[in-house]
């Protein structure tokens, strides 16, 4: 048994989000195209009789202390598995915007089962822990795979998409989340309104040839996102974010899953650095961080 195991967790952008209608269970059934990138939350998991957690960073004040917090459900749920009432002390230093649509609370309960599998000397392939993951959040095993990878079902049903290059990235992050919940009840309530049929969910093929051949003004041309609409129907001004982010020459400019993160595309690193300057510079988020994808999923370190 170790003392201390720490892993590191990225967060994603959703490339493609194809959003099929509500489903009995309250969920939506999606061809979701997931890309890791290098901005990072790290668990670290210590030995301890009892189930704890603390937050440090930017966003700790945000972030529940107590069941609430996917990351003890996460290592709860993984004692349960293995049968037995192991105790963990998790320290999360926070990186992850929190509520941003970058999947945040999702890095950091694939990071608690990663660090308590290895703490507790459970040895549970990562089949399992993916397994686990789908039951806590659809984008749970993502967070564990890392790279791109298309989601189906709710999002949980993963298999890696193959990639040819990095894409370089700004990510513009709004004062105040959005909830996910919320989000995805507003483009229901937007498609009831309109009156719109949801059409046949599946992949992008150009997309997907974009990512296989690291064609970053091919996939910026195809970025999809079906929860945008709702994203800026609840906070309208992310529409002048993205005006901006393209204005500045950004290859494409989404919001990030559920939002109320904006995603610009870059051309290269240097491309995204100065990009992210002119939009911390025109005002139109609270930070602009540059970064670059894919990422390797949840790691010890
Ligand atoms: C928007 C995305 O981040 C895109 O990757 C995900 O679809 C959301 O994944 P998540 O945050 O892990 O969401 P969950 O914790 O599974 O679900 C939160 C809520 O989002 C809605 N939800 C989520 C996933 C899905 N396929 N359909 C949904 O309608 C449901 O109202 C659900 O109660
Ligand atoms: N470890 C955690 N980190 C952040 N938020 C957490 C955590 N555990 C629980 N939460 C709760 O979950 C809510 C959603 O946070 P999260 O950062 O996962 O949102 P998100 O990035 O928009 O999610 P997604 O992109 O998966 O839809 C927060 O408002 C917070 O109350």
Partial sequence: ????????????????????????????????????????????????????????????????LDEGNLAVQAARALAKHAGRSYGVELVIRKTIPVAGGMAGGSADAAGALLACNELWGLGLPLEDLMEIAGDLGSDVPFSLLGGTAVGTGRGERLSQVEM??????????????????????????????????????????????????????????????????????????LAQTLAVGTELGALGAIVSGSGPTCAFLATSAEHARALAEALSAADVCRTAVPTSGPAPGAQLI
């Fill in 1 to 64: 048994m170790n003392a201390s195991v720490t892993v590191r967790v990225p967060a994603k952008v959703n490339v493609q989000l194809s959003v099929g209608p509500l489903r009995d269970d309250g969920y939506h059934d999606l061809v979701n195209v997931f890309h890791a990138v290098s901005i990072f939350d790290e668990v670290e998991a210590k030995e301890s009789e009892s189930v704890k957690v603390s937050v440090e960073g930017e966003w700790a004040d945000q972030v529940p």
């Fill in 164 to 237: 040819g290059g990095t894409f370089h990235w700004v990510f513009a992050v709004a004062d105040g989340g959005l909830s996910t919940a919320k989000v995805y009840a507003e483009c229901d309530r937007l498609r009831e309104v309109s009156g719109e049929q949801v059409a046949g969910l599946q992949g992008n093929q150009a997309l997907l040839d974009a990512l296989r051949i690291g064609d970053a003004a091919g996939l910026g041309a195809e970025l999809t996102n079906d929860l945008q609409a709702a994203a800026l129907s609840l906070r309208p001004s």
